[in-house]
């Protein structure tokens, strides 16, 4: 198993991710996968200052060149955390086989809830036309949960949909 924690989060890398989430899970390498930022370079370059400290790989790939990778095994040796801004980027790497055991939803850029949208922290609403993803994902044993930062109280995703 590679993947040993995913986040969603509007932000993709940034400080909380760098300076809190990867010193608490200790990956080998943290993986944004992000069709956008991958092909500008100057948003990859900008995101790549916000690498962590704590001496691990970062990728910032699109999702065909993840998939096609971890189809290949190249991230078979390594721990790797995952981030993405959608959640289908998680039931896709599943369904290539993947196993993640946990999916965290950090924050979001829609933050108020209003048709459409489910809030499920001050900091995080989901769409409710995700709800399918988000249960398929569950189903396959992927624990979801909604916290900000480590020390955050995690709220199962189930408490706010059905799951």
Not at 28 to 51: C, E
Not at 68 to 92: E, R, S
Not at 121 to 140: F, G, L, M, N
Not at 141 to 159: F, M, N, Q, W
Request: aromatic residues 4%; negative net charge.
């Amino acid at each position: 198993m590679s993947i040993i924690a995913a986040r969603l989060d509007n932000r993709l890398l940034h400080g909380i991710v760098a300076t809190m989430w990867a010193p608490e899970l200790h990956p080998q390498r943290i993986m944004v996968i992000d069709d956008n930022v991958a092909g500008d370079p100057a948003k990859k370059s900008a995101m790549k200052m916000s690498r962590p400290s704590t001496g691990c790989a970062l990728s910032i790939i699109d999702h065909e060149t993840a998939y096609n990778n971890f189809k290949a095994g190249k991230y078979d040796g390594h721990t790797v955390m995952v981030i993405a801004q959608d959640p289908q980027v998680f039931l896709d790497l599943i369904e290539l086989g993947q196993e993640i055991p946990e999916l965290v939803i950090g924050g979001t850029a829609e933050l108020e809830e209003r048709p459409g949208l489910i809030k499920v922290s001050r900091r995080a609403c989901i769409k409710e036309e995700d709800v399918p993803t988000y249960q398929k994902i569950a189903a396959s044993g992927t624990k979801i949960e909604v916290r900000y930062i480590p020390s955050d109280h995690a709220e199962p995703l189930s408490k706010f949909i059905d799951l």
